[in-house]
């Protein structure tokens, strides 16, 4: 699914998966803070993320120096696939390795040009099995385990992800 949150705060959506709904307005009060990131061919800038829900809590990170907590993941370098980037980055990240071969597209989630917050930017979300444990690394300074009632504690973009998992049931 994309969800694009433009400048008059109203969603548009386009679904990639039918069971995947949304319409979520843009929540000015989350700021979203990513360290430069490659763009598509588009001049967009996008984070692949990886979604890993277990018992209704979704996996997020915090880096050190921020507030807000984010889906582990990141940008792509040059020539990276999806694939290669997630793994890339779930290591770095939380020493974990993902399994490229068990990545489903969770969702596209895009907030356009003109937000109040940011924009445009995309996150591209996988869910997909790993082996390791979860433990952070480098930049991370901390992972958690977070319900819908954290949702004011992430970022706008990765609320939208909350949205979707809450709306399916996979997020109390």
Not at 73 to 93: A, F, K
Request: hydrophobic share 35%; proline share 6%.
């Amino acid at each position: 699914m994309t969800v694009e949150l433009g400048s008059d705060d109203r969603c548009r959506r386009r679904r990639t998966r039918p069971h995947m709904i949304a319409a979520l307005p843009a929540d000015p009060g989350h700021t979203l803070r990513y360290r430069p990131v490659m763009a598509n061919g588009n001049g967009v800038p996008e984070k692949v993320a990886w979604v890993l829900v277990r018992d209704d809590f979704v996996l997020v990170t915090r880096s050190h120096g921020r507030d807000r907590f984010y889906l582990p993941g990141g940008h792509r370098e040059p020539g990276e696939s999806d694939g290669e980037t997630l793994v890339r980055e779930i290591d770095e990240e939380l020493q974990a390795t993902i399994d490229p071969g068990s990545m489903v597209h969770f969702g596209t989630f895009e907030i356009g040009e003109g937000h109040p917050e940011h924009g445009p930017f995309r996150m591209i979300c996988y869910t997909a099995d790993h082996r390791g444990e979860l433990t952070p690394s480098r930049e991370i300074a901390e992972k958690a385990w977070f319900r819908y009632a954290d949702r004011d504690r992430v970022s706008v973009i990765d609320g939208l992800v909350f949205d979707v998992l809450h709306e399916a049931g996979r997020l109390s």
